[in-house]
């Protein structure tokens, strides 16, 4: 195959699965959760970067129950990592009896 060619044949094939996210409802729904995950973790990281201590358990209580888990692994990788950045060392222990419910995620 031309190397040349490559590009266009995968700019046809993103094209295609936009197209099928934009006609298809169930896709349409999973993006839109996407965003609503994406825009909280964003808020999170945006509060730490502000100089304050947002709790994680009141940003994860923003969204559905199903959404949950895939936002908490997410912020929990924020507020571990601005919690090392700022001298302490996050340990299991310190999430697990506030969120039991995500124990396999910690």
Known sequence: MNPCLRPIRELSISNSLL?????NPVA???EHQLRLVD???DGFESA???GSRPSLGRFIERLEPDLQPDAFEELLAIDVAYRRAGGEEPMPADYAPT???FATII
């Open 19 to 23: 197209h099928v996210a934009m006609t």
């Open 39 to 41: 825009q909280l973790c």
């Open 99 to 101: 969120f039991a419910s």
């Open 48 to 50: 730490w970067k502000a």
């Open 28 to 30: 349409q729904h999973r």
